[in-house]
Every structure is written in structure tokens, then in C-alpha cells.
């Protein structure tokens, strides 16, 4: 798949196969991840793949019960979860760089997912501290983000996007876009 693609087909997915997804397709979305661009080089994520049934349902009981995404954590065959650790990047100008760090790698993942007709869906809305225990993630090491990752079990649509007039401007602040 092209890569604009890639980036036209990419949607959140709440309905899940149960097929597992080979370890060498799992490596590829991994491998895509740590690729990603950061402050300096410094490369501050981790990631966890969570398989196991028992686990799933112990990091979706960091969601509230009526978050959608909890569905799809329970039927996705794994759980990817985002951590990184602000001591290995930086803070500039009151900009926590680990945060935009971490969304780059992600950002990747999910893209790469995508080109292998994978299914994911970014969840922030969690309790950190019940997903770091149900981990063993040490206290230092933040969790900015989770997905689920398997085959999808439904189609989306595109969903609504705002015009470039609406959101690039030139030279300046409300400088009209013209292309």
C-alpha cells in the first residue's frame, strides 16, 4: 500500500477478530515504532505486548466500564502498551518532549498496522496506575497510551476532516492558505 494510503485507510477499530497475529507482523509494527523520530535521539518508549486473556482483562479494568474501547480490548488477540520514560528525554521550555516522543512511535505502529491490514484503536483514557501495576511497569516510567492490535471485525468510514483553508496558514498566523 501506498503510503498516503496507508494514511487514508488508517481508522479506530472497536470490533476485533480473535486470530492472533503472527509474532513476525507483530515485529514489523514493533520494528516501525522504533524507528520513530526523538528529542535528540534518545528514544525514551517501551513497549508491552500484552497476549494473555487473564492480563487483557486486568489492563481493561483500568477503563471505566463504559468506555467503548474496553470491548475492543477484550476481543483483540493483543494489547500494545505505549510506555516511556521522561528520564530519557527532556524538557524544554515547559514542553515534556517524551510525550511528543512517545506519540511519534506510536503514530508509527499504527501506520504500519495499518499497511498490514491490522486494526488499532489509540486509548488514553485509563487509570495509569492500575495498567503499571497489572505490568510491573516501575514508577518512573510513564504509560501515555494503549492500543488494541488484530484483524478488524468491522468497516469504518472516513470520518470528517477540516479544510486546509481551515488549518494551514501562510507565513503567519490566519495568513490565508492558497497553496
Not at 505502529?109 to 483514557?125: K, P, S, V
Request: charged share 25%; hydrophobic share 40%; glycine share 6%.
Amino acid at each position: 500500500m501506498e503510503f498516503t494510503e496507508v494514511i487514508r485507510r488508517r481508522r479506530s477499530i472497536r470490533a476485533y477478530k480473535p486470530d492472533p497475529v503472527a509474532k513476525e507482523m507483530i515485529e514489523q509494527v514493533l520494528e516501525a515504532a522504533r524507528q520513530a523520530p526523538s528529542w535528540k535521539n534518545l528514544q525514551c518508549w517501551r513497549f508491552i505486548v500484552v497476549t494473555e486473556r487473564e492480563r487483557r482483562e486486568t489492563v481493561a479494568q483500568a477503563f471505566s466500564p463504559t468506555n467503548p474501547g474496553v470491548k475492543a480490548l477484550l476481543e483483540a488477540p493483543h494489547i500494545v502498551v505505549l510506555c516511556a520514560n521522561p528520564g530519557e528525554s527532556e524538557v524544554w521550555e515547559g514542553k515534556d518532549f517524551y510525550m511528543l516522543d512517545a506519540g511519534l512511535a506510536m503514530e508509527h505502529l499504527i501506520l504500519a498496522a495499518t499497511d498490514l491490514g491490522l486494526a488499532t484503536c489509540w486509548q488514553g483514557l485509563f487509570h495509569e496506575d492500575k495498567v503499571k501495576k497489572a505490568l510491573g511497569i516501575p514508577p518512573e516510567i510513564r504509560v501515555p497510551a494503549l492500543t488494541p492490535l488484530g484483524y478488524p471485525n468491522q468497516e469504518r468510514n472516513p470520518r470528517p476532516r477540516k479544510s486546509l483553508e481551515e488549518i494551514a496558514f501562510r507565513e503567519i498566523w490566519a495568513g490565508p492558505w492558497q497553496g
